[in-house]
């Protein structure tokens, strides 16, 4: 007898698009709970750089994986899929339809496909010499190294997210096979859910104009004070959760190291090539919902109610 899959609904398009209001429409419409894939709202205190949804924006509607970790935590792909597994538990048990909303498209599709990034701990001593390299050389030169056997995990892998580089290295060197590879062919797995994946999309003079205004109310909100905050509990460069975008460049900033009108420029710059980049990578999805706003006339309302009809022919809801 074939088993039953469970629903899951995917959210998801480029930072700035409109992600986190329509989510929290479709929620209330159909019954669902959030799951946030987001790789900086994780953590707490670090609330207005993150666009953190507020108690009140939740609207009532339950949200997961927001506020779980200090900023001196790890958050990485295996941390997420291990939390939001436990929250689709939760979220199945209480008879709702998890939404997985967030902009995070690597988390995203580890969780969806299940892919498997068991690592191999029986052999210490190639990974500790790793470790001793990026202490000695630093983490750029590691990177180099990866990049040498395995430039397409440098898409997906941060410079200074030295535990993955060395993973990375490790699956390398010990099977002869890139660990993209690896990922690639757990991505070509059949997912355990019955899903429907929605990736939001604007116009990019739309979404580049909505990214410069967000950075700068972020300004305003006190931005500044916040990474000043952040650095003065101890948050240092070399912290995943201070590679985020906004609070490495104005930790820059009060280093020293960058003005304040060159920060802001490179906030907006490198956020807006982020954008660019989150695009690339959906359009690299399989069997994606692309809701382009502009057919939609922006409303919101229409886009889900065509959510919600689509969800209704998949039988997520009657």
Request: glycine share 6%.
């Amino acid at each position: 007898m074939e088993i039953k899959k469970r629903p899951l609904v995917i959210l998801t398009g480029p930072t700035a698009v409109g992600k986190t209001a329509l989510s929290i429409e479709l929620a209330k419409t159909i019954g669902g709970e959030i799951i946030s894939a987001d790789s900086m709202q994780v953590y707490r205190r670090m609330d207005i750089g993150s666009a953190k949804i507020t108690p009140e924006e939740m609207a009532g509607v339950p949200h997961h994986l927001i506020d779980v970790l200090n900023p001196d935590q790890e958050f990485n792909v295996v941390v997420f899929q291990e939390l939001a597994k436990r929250a689709l538990a939760e979220i199945y048990s209480r008879g709702h339809i998890p939404i997985v909303a967030g902009g995070t498209g690597f988390y995203i599709q580890a969780l969806l496909y299940d892919i498997d990034f068991t690592e191999n701990d029986e052999d210490t001593a190639f990974r500790r010499s790793l470790e001793e390299q990026a202490r000695r050389e630093g983490a750029e030169a590691l990177y180099e190294r990866l990049r040498a056997v395995d430039p397409e995990s440098c898409e997906s892998i941060h410079a200074h997210n030295v535990k993955r580089v060395i993973r990375a290295i490790e699956f390398y060197e010990k099977t002869g096979k890139k660990i993209s590879v690896h990922n690639m062919e757990q991505r070509q797995n059949n997912s355990p859910y019955n899903f429907a994946y929605f990736v939001l999309n604007d116009d990019r003079e739309r979404i580049y104009e909505r990214i410069n205004e967000r950075v700068d109310l972020m300004m305003d909100q006190g931005l500044m004070e916040e990474v000043r905050a952040l650095r003065e509990l101890g948050c240092r460069k070399d912290m995943v959760s201070m590679q985020g975008l906004g609070y490495k460049e104005l930790l820059s900033c009060l280093e020293g190291e960058l003005s304040l009108e060159e920060a802001v420029y490179l906030i907006k710059r490198n956020t807006r090539h982020f954008a660019k980049r989150q695009l690339t990578w959906f359009r690299r999805e399989k069997e994606v919902i692309w809701i382009e706003k502009n057919v939609f006339d922006q409303d919101s309302q229409k886009i889900v109610k065509f959510m919600q009809d689509f969800l209704r022919e998949k039988g997520f809801i009657l």
